[in-house]
């Protein structure tokens, strides 16, 4: 299969297929029609044939007036990062502080050869005990010499908000007590 490119004519080999677009929301520097391309002036988005850097919402019905707020679908291949933020009712809005915790802990739980999930199983498992130490019967044996990151439970109560009674490490360093 081909690569998906924007922005170019497509062959016979083209498939049905879903992308990612960024974008970003702006204010309007001037009446800009659905589609427009345009750059950024003055903070403002503004008509711009020559370089711009994305189009105005194509699947906006009319144009949108000066000052007025909308979608800038930014140019394929431009943007150097991409993330998704989202919230609901019944989550609490994720943080940068919640999404660098999350980032610790899944790196943690690959350098342990855990999944993520897994990982905060053995956790919230140890968490639940009213053991010091982790129960045998939960804990992984595999890991001498290892010891959680600093950090390590006040990034689990940010990811989880659940709170963290024990200190220690979920799993067992072998003859480490």
Known sequence: M????????????AVRDA?????????SGQSLKPGEPVSMRDGRAVPDVHNPIGVIDPFLPHFVDNGQRCWLFLKPGT?????????????DAVTPEHGAAEMRLRNFA?????TYDHM????????QSDEKWPDPAVIEW??????????FWDDYKLVTG???KHDGAFFSCGGCS
């Not at 905060?120 to 968490?127: G, I, K, N, P």
């Not at 595999?142 to 950090?151: L, P, Q, S």
């Open 2 to 13: 081909s690569e998906l490119k924007l922005g170019h004519l497509l062959d016979e080999s």
């Open 19 to 27: 992308i990612h677009v960024a974008i970003a929301p702006v204010v």
């Open 79 to 91: 943007i150097t990062s991409l993330r998704h933020v989202w919230t609901h009712p019944l989550f």
């Open 110 to 114: 690959q350098s342990l050869g855990f």
């Open 120 to 127: 905060l199983d053995l956790a919230q498992t140890y968490q």
């Open 142 to 151: 595999r890991f001498e010499g290892m010891w959680i990151y600093e950090g």
């Open 162 to 164: 659940r709170e963290a």
